[in-house]
């Protein structure tokens, strides 16, 4: 049993979530290898991807880029020009509600094993319903196909953990790809509010807005919603309404860098800004180091559970990287997160 497969049953994790940094760091691999410890443990799985890359040869190498593998009894499920094109034998389950560019989701049982391309919604409400209709269908475990550009695989509200995958493609040098991948890492492990009080009050005003202020009252706070049509708007209408007594600052959509650079110009100490969870955080090093150093803190009401790391030395460009050492340098880097190479595992094992 691989050190990854054990990391998810040790977790007793429902569902996994598998997001990569960039193109070819390896995501449908680390996807593939859970799928085969599942098979091999005799688990049922359940195959879903958050959004749809389209692309079936990658556009540098020309190569074919690699499918999910489903086994015999997995459930899928795929946009339905996905589902009629599978390598893989499928038989229809279910008709879900959620349209695509390519048809609407189905949801389907392997008849005969084989390859998939997986297509699915990419909102955190549409892949929390579909992770919930394959485990009303019986599976053990889902597994969810994502991006880093479509993180809402990685949500707490859809998955119990998620696994980063990186690799030399993410940078011009070893040291930028380290870079980037530690500072994914911190954003995606921001820390949950500990305060049952703001955390309560934080919840309850997101229910009648999609951001909100939080102003110290007495011993407690008086919540202000902000609704907005459009909730990017709605985190500029709080720094307008924000006063000297304003103790956190409440985002239900994305933070961006903007959000916290008139905040950092208007307190010298800044109040908390809490977000749904770190899948909403849209924010550069610069400003997030900015923020932080000036004793600022960036709270979720959930946090994610970062399961590991896994890496791919090599990239299409040709900027590839002695495995061994690579993943000597990331483990340093990102530890106590556990950091592996699937494959150099694999053939050291061998």
Do not use: W
Not at 139 to 149: C, F
């Amino acid at each position: 049993m691989s050190e990854l497969f054990q990391l998810i049953q040790k977790k007793k994790l429902k569902t996994t979530a598998i997001v990569g940094m960039t193109k070819n760091v390896g995501k449908t691999v680390a996807f593939n290898h859970i799928v085969k410890g599942l098979k091999a443990n005799k688990i049922r799985a359940g195959l879903v991807s958050a959004g749809y890359d389209g692309e079936r040869f990658d556009r540098l190498t020309l190569k074919e880029k690699p499918k999910i593998f489903a086994p015999d009894g997995a459930l899928v499920a795929t946009a339905e020009a996905c589902f009629e094109a599978a390598d893989a034998v499928l038989e229809l389950i279910e008709k879900s509600s959620f349209a695509t560019p390519l048809g609407p989701v189905l949801v389907g049982e392997v008849k005969k094993a084989g390859r998939v391309e997986l297509a699915g919604p990419a909102s955190v409400s549409g892949l929390l319903e579909l992770v919930k209709t394959m485990h009303r269908q019986g599976a053990d475990r889902v597994l969810v196909d994502g991006a880093i550009n479509r993180l809402a695989s990685a949500s707490p509200a859809v998955s119990d953990g998620t696994i980063l995958a990186t690799g030399a493609s993410l940078g011009p040098t070893m040291d930028d790809v380290v870079k980037k991948t530690v500072f994914r890492r911190t954003i995606l492990e921001t820390p949950a509010v500990e305060d049952d009080l703001l955390l309560s009050l934080a919840k309850e005003g997101l229910v009648s807005g999609n951001a909100v202020l939080l102003h110290r009252e007495g011993n407690g706070y008086r919540v202000e919603a902000v609704r907005e049509m459009i909730p990017l708007l709605a985190g500029a209408q709080l720094i307008d309404k924000c006063r000297r007594e304003t103790a956190a600052f409440v985002f239900g959509g994305a933070l961006v860098d903007n959000n916290l650079q008139d905040i950092m110009e208007l307190y010298e100490n800044p109040p908390v800004v809490i977000v749904r969870d770190a899948t909403r955080l849209f924010v550069s090093p610069e400003i997030y180091r900015r923020y932080i150093n000036k004793r600022g803190r960036i709270l979720a009401l959930q946090k994610i559970n970062l399961i590991a790391v896994t890496l791919n030395p090599t990239d299409p460009m040709g900027r590839d990287y002695d495995p061994e050492m690579f993943l000597q340098v990331m483990s340093e880097a990102l530890r106590p997160c556990p950091v592996l190479d699937l494959v150099l595992q694999k053939d050291n094992l061998s």
